[in-house]
Nanobody
Framework: QVRLVESGGGLVQAGGSLRLSCTAS????????MGWYRQAPGKQRELVAT???????DYADSVKGRFTISRDNAKNTVNLQMNSLKPEDTAVYYC???????????????WGKGTQVTVSS
């Protein structure tokens, strides 16, 4: 079994900061990319930021310069530092991992349950 557990969401005023963390655990053989997606009410889930095991990052245009993704490969953890938050950043944020479990021949997407981020104006 592979689990991803997020923490760090909450309520913050516009212009403020939050830090999200996600830890993957279980029978993990290897982790390729880890990242964050978000889904606002009535909208589709969208990419926020991803970071591969090789260090390549990808950010949504809407968060570039404000959000920073980082990983601790030894701890199977990915973090998202969110600064200069805006009301439009309000969403449920989901952790994603492209993971190969010990019993699998291939990598699969695993998801956390999500953490709510609310930015008030």
């Amino acid at each position: 079994q592979v689990r991803l557990v997020e923490s760090g969401g909450g309520l913050v005023q516009a212009g403020g900061s939050l830090r999200l963390s996600c830890t993957a655990s279980g029978n993990i053989l290897s982790i390729n990319a880890m990242g964050w997606y978000r889904q606002a009410p009535g909208k589709q889930r969208e990419l926020v930021a991803t970071l591969t095991s090789g260090g390549r990052t990808d950010y949504a245009d809407s968060v570039k310069g404000r959000f920073t993704i980082s990983r601790d490969n030894a701890k199977n953890t990915v973090n998202l530092q969110m600064n200069s938050l805006k009301p439009e950043d309000t969403a449920v944020y989901y952790c994603n991992g492209v993971i190969r479990a010990r019993w699998d021949d291939n990598e699969f997407d695993y998801w956390g349950k999500g953490t709510q981020v609310t930015v008030s104006s």
